[in-house]
């Protein structure tokens, strides 16, 4: 178990990679609910045609340098533009409705997008090769590590740090909290919330995206992947707490070590000990690690 | 001038209807109370004016435009600020966040910031590195009346701003409200204390079931003892 140094770090760094990737997707997910307090079932399908998308740009940028880059803010600009639509059309007329109508609607979507990945992509598994640069591995002393995961953890700790600073030091970000509070108040006060609402669905989209194309290389692009990430992110965003973006840093960390130590100790009971986990939390704390209880 | 013209304005909250032709007009400058017992429609005159509960009959004009079914955020950037009942403030942000999110310039000679607002309520300098939940009552009442400020309107529209407060506070609050009336700024205010309302008003409103039932001076209502019985003690 824990005797050999190199599998422990090798897992521990397994357990952050993931942990930073399901990050990435769970922080738009979170701040989606927290704001517009919609429960957005089509995230997980918004990550996989990020996936998708940047596949397709991949082979259309062949041979530019950076291409992959490229296609990974690409697929996140793809996926802004298709919230974008989506909010302005559809789903803005839901939020006064009950919370059904949201789901049902945003389920609706998974449903779609599935059937639009299946037109347009196949059903065949496909994969994106890692950008050049990161194709091997590092030695970090004790170990060799691929490099491109390594990146992936850092990606995910620039996306928290981004996060946090724009949520709580920039104006907008004051903007974003206070809509989080009291619509009406804000309202009252001249600014446009529909707007905030607006942008906040398309940021936290734009994460997904962003998240499936950077996930590309290092997942197979499969039908199914976006049920598998919808649910591990509802996970993460209970654990938490609905609407923390640090719970959702602490709920990914502690998902991705988990499961990267759970395969190591106990290989046949790995698959529950998260769900374990989340019972374990709504017991003790049921409004998450860093939500907090909503007040009536 | 006339600032605010409200016309036979009919409201409901979906079915129940709670305004039946309220009609009230704020010239430039003055200070209009409305008073009246607890659910007659003072909170729902102001949600009426600035479009949170908008009206399904009658009008609103200011300024001699029509403003009724304009979305609220731009009733606000008109110049009508709105303190609502319960001090909403934004409990998870500091004071200063708070004032700070309201800025807004509408291009006046003096206009309001930071400091101005520090100066007229000076407890909320002491704690503008405060969550604006864990203040008391009197100084979120403060904030909230401050951040309206902060957008430089041309008429507050103050909800209940005595409620819940200790005697000394209300005194407090009463001396700040008759400052920024004497700067020139129109207050539509709503009370059930009455004589907040009779010592800061120009001209006063009697409302009871949706319906204005006396218009006057706070001199006339001291003087009749009778109408106070009948639509103001509870």
């Known amino acids: ?296 | 001038m006339t600032l605010l013209d409200v016309s036979d304005i009919h409201t409901a909250y979906g079915i129940s209807e709670v305004l039946f032709g309220v009609s009230i007009r704020v010239e430039d400058g003055e200070c209009v109370g409305l008073l009246g017992r607890n659910g007659v429609g003072k909170s729902t005159t102001m949600r009426s004016i600035n479009g949170l509960t908008p009206p399904h009959k009658g009008s609103v004009t200011w300024r001699g435009s029509e403003i009724s079914g304009q979305p609220t955020y731009d009733i606000a950037r008109l110049g009508i600020g709105f303190v609502p009942e319960d001090r909403r403030v934004f409990p998870e942000l500091t004071v200063w966040e708070n004032l700070d999110i309201a800025r807004r310039s509408r291009g006046k000679a003096d206009e309001w910031d930071e400091q101005k607002v520090y100066a007229l309520f000076p407890e909320l300098e002491t704690f503008k590195e405060r969550k604006g939940g864990f203040l008391s009552g009197g100084q979120q009442q403060m904030l909230t009346i401050a951040r309206s400020l902060m957008g430089n309107p041309d008429i507050l529209l103050l909800d209940e701003p005595s409620e819940g407060l200790a005697p000394l506070v209300v005194d407090k609050l009463r001396d700040q409200i008759a400052s920024l009336k004497a700067q020139g700024l129109s207050i539509v205010l709503a009370e059930q204390n009455l004589n907040f309302v009779l010592e800061l008003s120009d001209r006063v409103y009697v409302l009871e079931k949706g319906e204005v039932k006396f218009e006057g001076t706070p001199a006339q209502i001291r003087e009749d003892p009778e109408l106070i019985k009948r639509y103001l003690t509870v």
């Open chain 1, 1 to 296: 178990m824990f005797d050999n140094p190199m599998l422990t770090f090798i897992q521990l760094l397994n357990g952050l990679s993931l942990g930073m990737s399901l990050f990435v997707i769970a922080a738009g997910l979170t701040l989606i609910l927290g704001v517009l307090r919609v429960l957005n079932f089509a995230h997980g399908a918004f990550y996989m045609l990020g996936g998708y998308v940047c596949f397709s740009l991949v082979k259309l940028l062949s041979g530019v340098p950076g291409g992959f880059w490229l296609a990974a803010i690409g697929s996140a600009i793809a996926l802004a533009g298709m919230a974008y639509l989506i909010e302005r059309t559809m789903l803005r007329h839901l939020y006064e409705r009950d919370h059904l109508y949201q789901l049902l609607f945003t389920f609706a979507l998974v449903m779609i997008i599935g059937d639009l990945v299946r037109f347009t992509w196949g059903t065949q598994v496909l994969s994106v090769s890692l950008p050049p640069g990161f194709k091997g591995a590092v030695n970090l002393g004790i170990a060799y590590y691929p490099s491109y995961r390594l990146f992936l953890c850092l990606m995910g700790v620039i996306v928290a740090v981004g996060m946090w600073y724009f949520v709580n030091r920039t104006r907008a970000g004051r903007f974003v909290r206070a809509a989080r509070q009291d619509r009406e108040m804000l309202e009252s006060l001249g600014i446009n919330v529909g707007r905030i609402y607006m942008l906040t669905f398309v940021g936290g989209s734009a994460l997904a995206g962003f998240g499936g194309a950077l996930a590309a290389p290092a997942v197979a692009l499969s039908q199914g992947m976006d049920a598998e990430i919808i649910v591990q992110c509802f996970i993460i965003v209970i654990i938490g707490g609905l609407g923390s973006l640090g719970g959702a840093f602490l709920g990914a960390l502690i998902l991705g070590l988990l499961n990267s130590f759970g395969v190591m100790l106990v290989p046949n009971f790995e698959i529950v000990l998260i769900y374990l986990m989340m019972v374990v939390v709504l017991m003790i704390r049921p409004w998450g690690l860093l939500g907090k209880p909503e007040a009536q």
